[in-house]
C-alpha cells in the first residue's frame, strides 16, 4: 500500500525537520491539522457524529440558548 510519503518521497524525519523550521503560528496549525485527522479517524468520533445524525434527522436541534450554554460549561482539556 502506498502512503502520503511514498508519493511525496519525504521520510518522517524529513517532515518533522520541516515542521521544526515553522514558525509558533505554523506549527500551531500543523498540530490543529493532525488532531483534526485524528479525530476524524477515530471509530468513537464517527459513531458519536452518526448519532448526532440521528437526532437531527429526528428533529432534535437545540436552541440558540441551549448551545450558549454548552458552550459557557466548562471543559477539561485534552490532549
Known amino acids: 500500500m502506498q502512503t502520503l ?11 518533522q525537520s520541516q515542521i521544526s523550521r515553522l514558525n509558533r ?18 471509530p468513537e468520533h464517527k459513531t458519536k457524529i452518526t448519532e448526532a445524525h440521528r437526532r437531527m434527522d429526528a428533529g432534535h ?13 466548562p471543559r477539561l482539556a485534552k490532549g
Open 5 to 15: 510519503l511514498s508519493y511525496t518521497g519525504m521520510s518522517v524525519q524529513e517532515i
Open 25 to 42: 503560528e505554523e506549527q500551531l496549525q500543523v498540530e490543529a491539522f493532525l488532531k483534526a485527522q485524528r479525530l476524524a479517524q477515530s
Open 61 to 73: 436541534y437545540v436552541t440558540m440558548d441551549e448551545l450558549k450554554a454548552l458552550l459557557a460549561k
